[in-house]
């Protein structure tokens, strides 16, 4: 692993070792940039992002047999780092935006300084937080049907929401799945009239409607069932199922940034579209944590790119 000094100020620092930020990394090392890509940057999150916790990834180009989440991200940190990307596996707790260069201080105390920053920090699936979840995540629960649905080709499985996420969810899953459970805690629908009507008039779509799940169920990495709640009555029953789809949201990994970068009402950071600038100069944001639409790693990668050769333009700007 190539490790650059952290004393002296970097032109660009990129924060996230997801799709986003390693892509930013390789085009920014190839501009000669010297990028430092600080891996840790949310506490308790994974390094390399959600893909680190996929197994089979199947839509990505290039790969026509697939490969393993952790495999896709290793190979992107390969990459950046014979370009000339250098790392500090650390968790930020402070970033100071106030002025230029910016700061940053780690979690052991070293402060970092950058000209310019692209923040590629992600965004993290609201969970259930029951038994079972984390045991079978991604061998079972998954919180992205276009990535897994393939995987549960005439099996049932479960959608947990209630808003059109939940209702897009379920119908796309119809496509393999022989039966799609939508259940949701209450017998309205926060999702739109238009798509609760498409879901009801799927055929392959039923609704557990008053109930919440308690417990997923299963062994050597498969669901089997969850447990359901009555949200009125209280009484538990098992339902078989094959698989989960958590479809209650995302949370974007913006707190290091409260009340300097700009975010929209769901708490994503505003860019100034097509171009990834933020509301702070020299600050550039990419990946799941601006984009609450597309959520691919493909996607991710491509704002990546976009961010590096932003970051690379205001740069040679400031230089002239």
Same mark, same amino acid.
């Given at each position: &692993?190539?490790?650059?000094?952290?004393?002296?100020?970097?032109?660009?620092?990129?924060?996230?070792?997801?799709?986003?930020?390693?892509?930013?990394?390789? %085009?920014?090392?190839?501009?000669?940039?010297?990028?430092?890509?600080?891996?840790?940057?949310?506490?308790?999150?994974?390094?390399?992002?959600?893909?680190?916790?996929?197994?089979?990834?199947?839509?990505?180009? =290039?790969?026509?047999?697939?490969? &393993?989440?952790?495999?896709?991200?290793?190979? &992107?940190?390969?990459?950046?780092?014979?370009?000339?990307?250098?790392?500090?596996?650390?968790?930020?707790?402070?970033?100071?935006?106030?002025?230029?260069?910016?700061?940053?201080?780690?979690?052991?105390?070293?402060?970092?300084?950058?000209?310019?920053?692209?923040?590629?920090?992600?965004?993290?699936?609201?969970?259930?937080?029951?038994?079972?979840?984390?045991?079978?995540?991604?061998?079972?629960?998954?919180?992205?049907?276009?990535?897994?649905?393939?995987?549960?080709?005439?099996?049932?499985?479960?959608?947990?929401? =209630? =808003?059109?996420?939940?209702?897009?969810?379920?119908?796309?899953?119809?496509?393999?799945?022989?039966?799609?459970?939508?259940?949701?805690?209450?017998?309205?629908?926060?999702?739109?009239?238009? &798509?609760?009507?498409?879901?009801?008039?799927?055929?392959?779509?039923?609704?557990?409607?008053?109930?919440?799940?308690?417990?997923?169920?299963?062994?050597?990495?498969?669901?089997?069932?969850?447990?359901?709640?009555?949200?009125?009555?209280?009484?538990?029953?098992?339902?078989?199922?094959?698989?989960?789809?958590?479809?209650?949201?995302?949370?974007?990994?913006?707190?290091?940034?409260?009340?300097?970068?700009?975010?929209?009402?769901?708490? %994503?950071?505003?860019?100034?579209?097509?171009?990834?600038?933020?509301?702070?100069?020299?600050?550039?944001?990419?990946?799941?944590?601006?984009?609450?639409? %597309?959520?691919?790693?493909?996607?991710?990668? =491509?704002?990546?790119?976009?961010?590096?050769?932003?970051?690379?333009?205001?740069?040679?700007?400031?230089?002239?």
């Amino acid at each position: &692993m190539s490790e650059q000094p952290t004393d002296g100020t970097h032109d660009v620092i990129i924060l996230g070792s997801g799709p986003a930020g390693l892509t930013a990394a390789v %085009y920014a090392a190839r501009a000669n940039l010297a990028p430092l890509l600080v891996e840790g940057v949310v506490e308790g999150g994974p390094t390399g992002g959600q893909l680190t916790l996929t197994t089979d990834v199947e839509n990505f180009p =290039g790969f026509p047999e697939g490969i &393993m989440g952790p495999e896709l991200i290793t190979n &992107m940190r390969s990459q950046a780092e014979r370009f000339g990307t250098s790392f500090v596996t650390e968790d930020v707790v402070r970033a100071d935006l106030s002025a230029r260069p910016f700061t940053l201080e780690t979690a052991s105390g070293v402060t970092l300084r950058s000209r310019s920053l692209i923040v590629a920090t992600g965004a993290k699936p609201r969970r259930l937080d029951v038994p079972g979840e984390d045991e079978l995540w991604g061998s079972g629960v998954s919180a992205c049907a276009t990535c897994d649905g393939f995987f549960f080709r005439d099996r049932h499985v479960i959608v947990v929401g =209630g =808003g059109d996420s939940a209702m897009e969810e379920a119908t796309f899953l119809t496509k393999f799945a022989a039966k799609v459970t939508i259940v949701h805690r209450r017998e309205e629908f926060r999702a739109s009239a238009i &798509m609760v009507d498409r879901a009801q008039r799927n055929e392959k779509v039923e609704f557990a409607l008053n109930a919440t799940v308690t417990r997923v169920n299963g062994a050597d990495g498969v669901v089997s069932s969850v447990t359901l709640e009555d949200t009125v009555t209280g009484e538990q029953r098992d339902l078989a199922c094959d698989g989960v789809f958590l479809a209650i949201g995302h949370i974007p990994n913006t707190w290091l940034f409260d009340g300097v970068l700009d975010t929209d009402d769901e708490g %994503y950071l505003v860019v100034d579209d097509p171009s990834t600038r933020t509301n702070v100069e020299g600050v550039f944001a990419c990946g799941d944590v601006m984009d609450h639409t %597309y959520r691919q790693a493909i996607t991710a990668a =491509g704002t990546g790119c976009r961010a590096a050769i932003d970051a690379e333009r205001w740069l040679a700007d400031q230089d002239d």
